[in-house]
Nanobody, 125 residues
Framework: HVQLVESGGGSVTAGGSLRLSCAAS??????MGWFRQAPGKEREGVAA???????SYADSVMGRFTISKDNAKNTLYLQMNSLKPEDTAMYYC??????????????????????WGQGTQVTVS
């Protein structure tokens, strides 16, 4: 049974920080990532991490956001620093256990992943 549960969203002022968490259950995932969608905009990839820990980021968050995971806890994180109003969005955790991601080459920001969480809202004012 696949379940991805995000937490950690909230409201902060510009320049502040938040850390999102995604508790994953059910399987070992070869690729995990964070996506976001702002009102009236398309969903976009924010960051991704493969099974070896290699990461990739959207240009808009490079240097400000850090994706990481705790394999023992099967939990994915997104540390968000220097937040800007344009970071305001619903943030979603996604994961995939398809063998195509085992090598890591396809696990990049924005990759199409099969399992999704319900989202957590981040508002920056």
């Amino acid at each position: 049974h696949v379940q991805l549960v995000e937490s950690g969203g909230g409201s902060v002022t510009a320049g502040g920080s938040l850390r999102l968490s995604c508790a994953a259950s059910g399987y070992t995932y070869y690729c995990m990532g964070w996506f976001r969608q702002a009102p009236g905009k398309e969903r976009e990839g924010v960051a991704a991490i493969d099974r070896t820990g290699r990461t990739s980021y959207a240009d808009s968050v490079m240097g400000r956001f850090t994706i990481s995971k705790d394999n023992a806890k099967n939990t994915l994180y997104l540390q968000m620093n220097s937040l800007k109003p344009e970071d305001t969005a619903m943030y979603y955790c996604a994961a995939d256990r398809s063998f195509v991601f085992f090598s890591g080459s396809g696990c990049v920001v924005g990759a199409a992943l099969g399992y999704w969480g319900q989202g957590t809202q981040v508002t920056v004012s």
